[in-house]
């Protein structure tokens, strides 16, 4: 058996975490990419819908529901995956792991800058197709940066599977 391959038996099947947090973190990318998804499909396009004298308390309803299922896991995702590049697993290229960090970033970018200012915006004026509009185009950068990183993720995630069976 050669030097190379006892290496690389160890490292493939040697205990990580940085394996379990690959795995972790492309759940929670996948998790959140479907958030946004829904998001741009339904529930920004639904603001249309909601009344402009109902607008304000409706809206006031949505940011108090949304905490734990929307924006903490979608920070804990941005930050993570624009950590990935220390965090990977030797056997994830840097490519893979620029990737998964790109879509990160612009997701924390385009939410702080873009969809927050967005979201106060309608909460000081209340039901605004312009801000909607606008909203939906913040929301579709993270988005798509989002299955940009979860694309990334997955494909690490299934070489590393493969190459451990």
Same mark, same amino acid.
Request: glycine content about 4%.
């Given at each position: 058996?050669?030097?190379?391959?006892?290496?690389?038996?160890?490292?493939?099947?040697?205990?990580?975490?940085?394996?379990?947090?690959?795995?972790?973190?492309?759940?929670?990318?996948?998790?959140?990419?479907?958030?946004?998804?829904?998001?741009?499909?339904?529930?920004?396009?639904?603001?249309?819908?909601?009344?402009?004298?109902?607008?304000?308390?409706?809206?006031?309803?949505?940011?108090?529901?949304?905490?734990?299922?929307?924006?903490?896991?979608?920070?804990?995702?941005?930050? @993570?995956?624009?950590?990935?590049?220390?965090?990977?697993?030797?056997?994830? /290229?840097?490519? &893979?792991? !620029?990737?998964? #960090? =790109?879509?990160?970033?612009?997701?924390?970018?385009?939410?702080?800058?873009?969809?927050?200012?967005?979201?106060?915006?309608?909460?000081?004026?209340?039901?605004?197709? @312009?801000?909607?509009?606008?909203?939906?185009?913040?929301?579709?950068?993270? /988005?798509?940066? &989002?299955? !940009?990183?979860? #694309? =990334?993720?997955?494909?690490?995630?299934?070489?590393?599977?493969?190459?451990?069976?």
């Amino acid at each position: 058996m050669s030097t190379d391959l006892i290496e690389r038996t160890v490292r493939t099947t040697r205990p990580s975490w940085r394996r379990a947090h690959l795995v972790g973190l492309t759940a929670l990318t996948a998790y959140s990419t479907g958030i946004g998804w829904q998001a741009q499909a339904v529930s920004y396009p639904l603001y249309r819908a909601v009344p402009a004298e109902d607008f304000l308390a409706y809206h006031a309803q949505y940011n108090a529901a949304i905490p734990l299922v929307v924006i903490a896991p979608g920070f804990l995702t941005f930050l @993570a995956c624009a950590a990935f590049p220390w965090t990977r697993p030797a056997e994830v /290229s840097r490519r &893979l792991a !620029a990737v998964a #960090a =790109a879509g990160g970033l612009v997701s924390l970018v385009s939410t702080v800058a873009w969809a927050i200012p967005m979201h106060d915006r309608l909460d000081r004026l209340g039901r605004s197709a @312009a801000t909607i509009d606008s909203l939906l185009d913040a929301n579709l950068v993270r /988005s798509l940066a &989002l299955t !940009a990183s979860t #694309a =990334a993720l997955l494909v690490a995630t299934s070489r590393i599977t493969h190459s451990i069976r």
